[in-house]
């Protein structure tokens, strides 16, 4: 984890072609202290990496992010609020190496990302 306990998995089904997982945010992480204070969001880079990490555990490679095609960032995350978000996400090895995900994130009802993304090792 690049950024230790800043989120916790409460269950995972993954394969290596799709995860599904519910996590759990911390909310005392001391990075919701600085994004924003007094109004916590969960910053979206921070939500790419949860991506990232799940893909390596359903690929068992260590992947960087290569490229990515289109990210939509619909609602915030409020740690406190909602801190127990849905990842899904459909992994596609690609011809020239790598893997194409598109996945999403919700808490409840709300989707709050959407993601296209590349990652190779």
């Not at 995972?12 to 994004?35: N, T, W």
Request: charged share 15%; net charge neutral; with cysteine.
């Amino acid at each position: 984890m690049l950024i230790p306990d800043f989120y916790s998995i409460l269950h995972a089904d993954i394969s290596a072609d799709k995860v599904e997982a519910h996590i759990r945010l911390q909310a005392e992480h001391p990075i919701f202290k600085g994004h924003f204070p007094g109004n916590p969001v969960t910053p979206g880079v921070c939500m790419l990496q949860i991506v990232k990490e799940l893909t390596e555990q359903a690929t068992q490679q260590h992947l960087r992010l290569r490229h990515c095609k289109n990210i939509k960032f619909t609602a915030l995350i409020n740690p406190f609020t909602d801190p127990e978000l849905h990842i899904s996400l459909q992994i596609k090895p690609e011809t020239a190496g790598g893997f194409k995900v598109t996945g999403a994130a919700s808490f409840a009802a709300t989707q709050a990302l959407k993601v296209q993304a590349l990652l190779s090792a």
